[in-house]
């Protein structure tokens, strides 16, 4: 097999280039010792020392957080068993509904949710509507990727399981659930990703007095553009990387379970 | 770094209580003031910030409760008493209510201050590189500067324009030679076609970006607040930018905006609310937002502390002769509202 | 099936299914009446006094409004082939390489991706400005394209990576040029993967209004935009319910054209291998 030539490297490394020179760049002026941040002016770590004493901004970091990780748990949980269900139970409409949140822009979802939430609940827009959008949007995710594991797994094991008399439950607990345990981790930590990094469907349910990080940072954006929204985007880069590379290491087909 | 978090969590539980939830304009409250405050009340302020009348009351339409304070401008504060939004004032609370200056005194939006106390005033005006367009020549004293080819064919891609159906079109209108306040559509449809005539030329609509893009040069001309200007002129001036930026009331006539603080009906502290407005009532503090904020002030008692350079601003204190020629938004009738939100759907599309 | 397998079907199937009921397909439901309503006296909903096509009316009396429906196709049409194009060559770099090497190749796709949405179009408005390409179309399709580009990587490769390469060589053999080789075999078996990738990116873009708000100009509005604004702004949700409804369908539409073309692809591979 011919190895890939001069031009497919060239123009790779253009695309990674593409990729990285941005991002690059917002770190590099993270540390620029200047309040416009239009030139280089000097290195500075101040803008760090800033955002650890922001108040609001450790607030929304601390929102974020604790937001994307009782929505993972949820939505793992949730998701799991729409993924079960997909793959055993072949119900014609469960894909549709389950996938359809995943494949829908975002702002139709926020739309929707928005006027769900104000019209016929009648409820405040704070912690509870945020927390609920996000795991309607993350179970999709977390039922593609237990759906994907189960379908490469050998279904000779749980026959031979049922034929042995084993209960469904036991089954589950006993045999399905620590073969699908590198998915329910994928899945855990994507949803945690997502719904740290969502930004659009937040911004139609948010209430007062909670703030996430990506509207704190919306917000930076659009009013005080200082270096500090610099920092905070890298130490958030740092997070979700990090993640990543752990989701990664427990299910790789994650990467490709969108495919 | 979870410790330090969990522990924000419990102190901030803890103290969930002595918060003061103010909604305001951004760059409307000194950062000093604030913390004046906070050390005298021995609270906390949580700001949240709009841009824009509109979208503080769709916000506040779209469910958001629990803001104590609000910082409308007059036709706001009109609409938001109609819609039995507002707690009345207690002004037993408001000792230095006596401060206000005469002529803010019982606004045509809320007779007799009962619901809202006058804070600061502005004019939307255009700001400018003052440098780039002595250089292009072009006029700074006329809404012609944003709104003919001839002009704007020199700064194509350099000017920004408000995100705001209200404040746009009456810049058009007052272009034009029209009342702000016109009922005839016809007119309105008038400013329609000169705004989409010089559309093109405009590099975006913004609320609040066009501050810094003014500060650091990448735009020159900035239709906007007075008191966003000021900041533009000083954050250029702080950071040793080449070139000046300037504001100036158009010689057709602008629009004034009255900003009061109202209670929300939905507020849980309107103790706090009190105290933070009686705060703001004292002459020094209410200074601040001529000198720190450069806003036109509604308070007499402030007068001494401001600085005399601020003071001789024709953009922040209008004299007579211009104060003449601005007008105060006013709310229209449903109908007309839609009839224009609808005509300003079409402006952004075409 | 035992009784109690059929308890456990419902047992698995009903809590995802009715927390999606409730709040995914009752709020869309919710959307398609709000757009039938009357804007309120101060924003939002009238209260109910039966049904009402004004919005629809109002969409449908200028043709403005297919316009800029269009005109956000174009603008994910574009988006989908620069990122075609970029992806392409990165995709089969990474289908080719051994397999130790290929994971790493993935891993620094993906990590752009983990960095915030807002932070990846922060990054472009640093960038734009001191060029002056701020606030141009230029500007929103490479942020659209930033944003997206993993969706198109993804899929592609996965497909590339399924190719027999006995094909080519035997293709090579006959003496088939590169670029026949590349348009004849290689570019119909990808199909599949390319229609995934489009849908991905596509569909997103379709509804964006971040991008245009932040890096575009004053002719960059997109659909989003407008119907952000109709909640956020302008306060007259009919309008804005009509339009989601049209996007919604638009998306419907598209997103049954893709999975048609995937199919079809997929009979296509069969044929050929």
């Known amino acids: 097999m011919r190895k890939p030539g001069f031009a497919i490297w060239a123009a790779s490394l253009a695309a990674y280039a593409f990729l990285y020179v941005p991002l690059a760049v917002v770190v590099l002026f993270s540390f620029n010792d200047s309040v416009l941040n239009a030139q280089w002016v000097g290195f500075t770590t101040s803008w760090y020392r800033k955002l650890m004493s922001d108040g609001d901004m450790l607030r929304a970091a601390a929102n974020s957080i604790g937001i994307a990780l009782l929505s993972a748990a949820i939505a793992t949980a949730l998701g799991t068993m729409a993924g079960l269900a997909m793959h055993r139970h072949k119900f014609r409409w469960l894909p549709f509904l389950v996938l359809t949140p995943v494949a829908m822009p975002e702002i139709l979802l926020g739309v929707s949710l928005l006027l769900f939430f104000r019209q016929v609940l009648d409820l405040t827009l704070g912690f509870a509507s945020i927390l609920i959008a996000h795991i309607t949007f993350s179970i999709g995710f977390v039922a593609i990727i237990v759906r994907a594991r189960l379908a490469g797994m050998d279904e000779s094991i749980f026959e031979a399981a049922r034929d042995l008399g084993a209960s469904p439950w036991r089954t589950f607990r006993r045999i399905t659930l620590p073969l699908i345990l590198p998915a329910l981790v994928a899945g855990f930590l994507m949803s945690f990703t997502l719904s740290i990094d969502d930004f659009v469907i937040t911004f139609f349910v948010a209430g007062v007095g909670v703030t996430t990080l990506p509207l704190q940072i919306y917000s930076m954006i659009k009013v005080a553009v200082t270096p500090e929204v610099n920092a905070i985007s890298t130490l958030l880069m740092a997070l979700t990387l990090t993640l990543i590379v752990i989701a990664s290491r427990f299910a790789p087909d994650v990467l490709k379970a969108k495919a | 770094m979870k410790l330090f978090f969990a522990l924000l969590l419990l102190v901030g539980t803890v103290r969930a209580e002595d918060v003061l939830h103010l909604y305001n304009w951004n760059n409307y409250l000194a950062e000093e003031t604030l913390r004046r405050f906070e050390q005298r009340c021995q609270c906390r302020v949580k700001q949240d910030y709009y841009s824009d009348n509109e979208e503080m009351l769709a916000k506040l339409e779209a469910g958001a409760v629990g803001y104590d304070l609000l910082v409308p401008t007059g036709n706001a504060v009109e609409s938001l008493i109609r819609r039995d939004a507002l707690r009345p004032l207690d002004k037993t609370k408001l000792p230095h209510l006596a401060n206000v200056k005469p002529e803010f005194r019982n606004p045509w939006f809320d007779p007799d201050n009962r619901y809202s106390v006058p804070y600061a005033s502005t004019v939307t005006l255009i700001g400018y590189n003052v440098e780039k367009l002595r250089a292009l020549d072009l006029p700074t004293d006329t809404w012609a500067l944003i709104f003919e080819p001839r002009h704007l064919e020199k700064i194509r891609g350099k000017v920004t324009v408000l995100n705001s159906q209200r404040e746009l079109m009456a810049a058009a209108m007052k272009y034009l030679g029209y009342s702000v306040q016109e009922a005839d559509l016809a007119r309105w449809d008038e400013a329609k076609r000169l705004i989409l005539r010089a559309k093109p030329y405009w590099a975006t609509f913004s609320n609040s970006t066009y501050i810094k893009d003014l500060a650091v040069g990448n735009i020159w001309v900035a239709h906007g607040y007075s008191n966003d200007m000021f900041r533009a002129r000083e954050d250029a001036k702080a950071a040793g930018r080449p070139f000046t930026i300037g504001f100036t009331t158009p010689k057709e006539g602008a629009v004034l905006a009255v900003d009061s603080y109202v209670l929300h009906q939905s507020g849980r502290r309107p103790d706090l609310a009190h105290r933070f407005i009686d705060f703001m009532l004292e002459g020094e503090n209410a200074a601040d937002v001529s000198n720190a904020i450069g806003a036109g002030n509604t308070n007499a008692a402030a007068t001494p502390h401001i600085r005399p350079e601020i003071a001789r601003e024709p953009a922040i204190f209008p004299p007579p002769t211009t104060m003449a020629r601005l007008e105060m938004l006013r709310d229209f009738d449903p109908k007309m509202r839609r009839t224009l939100s609808r005509l300003w759907t079409e402006i952004k599309v075409r | 099936m035992t009784s109690s397998e059929k308890l456990t079907r419902w047992i698995v199937t009903a809590p995802p299914t009715v927390f999606l009921l409730v709040f995914f397909l009752a709020p869309a439901l919710i959307v398609v009446a709000a757009a039938f309503r009357e804007p309120g006296e101060f924003g939002g909903l009238a209260p109910w006094s039966g049904l009402s096509l004004e919005a629809y009316r109002f969409l449908a009396t200028d043709v403005i409004y297919v316009e800029i429906l269009l005109r956000s196709f174009a603008i994910a049409l574009l988006t989908t082939l620069a990122c075609i194009v970029i992806a392409y060559p990165l995709a089969w770099l990474i289908a080719r390489s051994p397999k130790k090497r290929r994971d790493l190749l993935v891993l620094l796709v993906i990590l752009p991706f983990a960095s915030n949405f807002l ?132 998306v419907l539409l598209l997103a049954g054209l893709a999975s048609w073309g995937a199919r079809r692809g997929l009979h296509g591979t069969e044929a050929v291998s």
């Open chain 3, 119 to 250: 932070v990846r179009i922060y990054a472009w408005i640093m960038l734009l400005g001191p060029l002056g390409l701020l606030y141009t179309p230029t500007a929103v399709i490479a942020g659209m394209v930033y944003v997206h580009l993993p969706f198109m990587v993804l899929p592609l490769y996965t497909n590339l990576e399924k190719h027999d390469p006995a094909l080519l060589e035997a293709a090579q053999d006959l003496g088939a040029t590169a670029w026949t080789r590349f348009w004849r075999i290689t570019f119909p078996l990808s199909l599949p993967g390319l229609f995934s990738g489009s849908a991905l990116v596509f569909i997103p873009v379709l509804g964006m209004f971040a991008v245009p708000e932040l890096l575009g100009g004053t002719g960059d509005i997109l659909i989003g935009n407008l119907i952000k604004e109709q909640f956020l702004d302008n306060r007259d949700w009919p309008l804005g319910s009509a339009l989601s409804i049209v996007l919604t369908i638009a």
